[in-house]
């Protein structure tokens, strides 16, 4: 079955909201974990990442939260279905760069994901719309206790379990959240609000994991330890910092409206302006302009409308969402004018900015 | 008299049309002429420049052209009139900084403006829309003419008539038309276009003359010599050279219209939608998205619209203009958020772009 096919129209996925949605787009908890006896995939040869997979692979699939799931080895998928899915952020870049040995296995409603045989043997995660960190984390445990029954784990007492970077060792759980924060930008204060996140030991990242820009004014906080402080912990010391960077934010939304109206009437009707207009356009550039609309809407400077229309087009105007829309293979510059086609028939359905 | 009451409305300045007007905005001929007798203005005591302006100023007055002129001393203008003038045209940028000892005289249709000592003693113009320079020649000529008989001018039989600048020397002729060529710059043939016009003896400028900006995609082409070549001859000259220029602008737009019109559609939609967007916005950005604008409307992009709109907004969102609505003086920041408030309101009444 073709990805696409599988997955859920993106209006209904975005249509889902969690807790601080305004300002939380997604929260993630992700497990790594090894199997005993085999070499981790990065070492392992052809046949022995076969022989990992298909171990793991039926026992994920016999989960009943994996009832009816897609699962696909990936040398069975198309370049632009794996890009697709990462666009979903539901396997890494990584792992789009995968094909025989490596597979995917995820619901439909995308909220549980495991990606066989990237950089270890399981990447296991949990996605929820919102600030949802502990329910991610209570879901993805209950299916990391299951699969600990069938398969036999790479486990130090010493180390807990290991993992093919030292990174990761011990808990090996990566707590995230995907937060939109267009107000600390344009008050100038991001890079003092990523510094002091990263004092606590969290990392910030850009859309798309590490390495990568925060298009869109969207990053990504994250734990940086994996030793000496359990999960639970973790969860909770993650919560406490993006509820008060979602403080910050609103802070940082409020003072420019009260101090600087112009400044955001300006950036959000220019956003506006140009989307509703331009007839070439980057994805770079198409998903800043999109954050400020989402910021007008939820400062109400858009009325009437909901901001899941905004977050559908920062997933239908990404590259390979595009390319699926189009019949033949797009160039770069095809796709530039496509884009501004959809965003300039999109914005018809958004009104004007309407400032005071 | 206040200037700017004196002045018609900028609506009906604009309104007038001249041949070519899709491409040539104005044409204008000015003459340098100097008294036998009383030291260049450059070098004049202020009572020196207080004789000659009393010896000039009752003699262009009494010309029946300047019936009911506007006439007055520069020191009794404020700088905010003087720049006003400057903004349409009327003086130059060296003129507006005059004061006790210099005077402009002009008609209320801003067809014949004389300024008594800018560089020279007299430097008499006549302005007209579109292409008419032989017009502009034959009208100055007639002033010309009449003023010679009543002032006894500085003149050479070897170099013609002396002027303040060894370059204005002889004829003492400055033909010049204002042009815009997006077109030519948008398909990137701007350079070139200026090389040869340069190696033709013809300048090529900004909008406010020497060493300023092409904003708004406005060029001044006017002749360089004034010595050697009579006034019928320069005038011929510039006038095939501007009429080239015109045809190379429309080829330019047509070949850009067949093969690439996203590139079009994309610069006039994005400068339509930030124009009607924006609320913060500086002179020189405005001036260049209404040159889009203007290309829109020429080229039937944007319908139903006469260029007038946009040319009236062009000389309204300048500096002084903006700062002669308000009431109190306004900081640049300020003028700004007036200018986008201005756009705002005024793009209302023109139609979005309809590529096809």
């Known amino acids: 079955m073709n990805v696409v096919d599988f997955l859920l129209p993106v209006s209904e996925s975005v249509a889902r909201k969690g807790p601080h949605a305004r300002i939380v787009l997604s929260s993630r908890v992700r497990l790594a974990r090894n199997l005993q006896g085999h070499p981790f ?5 052809k046949n022995e990442r076969v022989a990992s997979m298909s171990d793991i692979r039926p026992r994920v699939e016999e989960l009943t ?48 994901c495991v990606m066989i045989n990237e950089e270890d043997h399981l990447r296991m995660q949990s996605l929820r719309p919102g600030l949802q960190v502990k329910e991610c984390w209570k879901e993805i445990d209950k299916i990391d206790t299951q699969l600990e029954k069938k398969l036999d784990y790479a486990f130090s007492p010493k180390f807990g379990y290991l993992t093919a970077c030292p990174t990761n060792l011990g808990t090996a ?31 910030v990242r850009g859309l798309y994991g590490e390495g990568s820009d925060a298009l869109g004014h969207i990053y990504q906080v994250s734990n940086q330890m994996t ?32 101090d600087q109206p112009k400044i955001i009437f300006n950036q959000i009707g220019r956003a506006y302006g140009i989307l509703s207009n331009a007839h070439i356009i980057h994805s770079k550039e198409a998903m800043n302009l999109l954050s400020f609309v989402r910021l007008g809407v939820e400062m109400g400077i858009i009325p009437e409308v909901d901001c899941s229309v905004v977050d559908e087009l920062f997933i239908m105007t990404q590259p390979n969402h595009l390319q699926h829309q189009a019949a033949g293979k797009l160039s770069a510059e095809e796709r530039d004018l496509l884009r501004a086609d959809m965003l300039r028939e999109k914005l018809k359905n958004i009104p004007p900015p309407e400032p005071q």
């Open 173 to 203: 759980i990566r707590v995230s959240a995907m937060l939109h924060l267009p107000g600390l930008q344009l008050a100038d204060l991001i890079g003092q609000t990523v510094n002091s996140v990263t004092k606590l030991n969290l990392a």
């Open 227 to 258: 030793l000496g402080e359990k999960e639970p912990e973790i969860v909770e010391r993650l919560t406490k910092v993006v509820l008060q960077l979602i403080e910050n934010e609103e802070n940082a939304r409020e003072k420019l409206l009260e």
């Open 41 to 45: 995939p990065g070492r392992a040869k």
């Open 65 to 112: 939260a994996f009832k009816g799931c897609f699962s696909q080895s990936m040398d069975q998928l198309k370049a632009q279905e794996k890009n697709l899915l990462m666009e979903r952020h539901l396997i890494s870049r990584e792992h789009a760069a995968k094909s025989s040995g490596s597979a995917v296995v995820f619901r439909q409603d995308e909220s549980l």
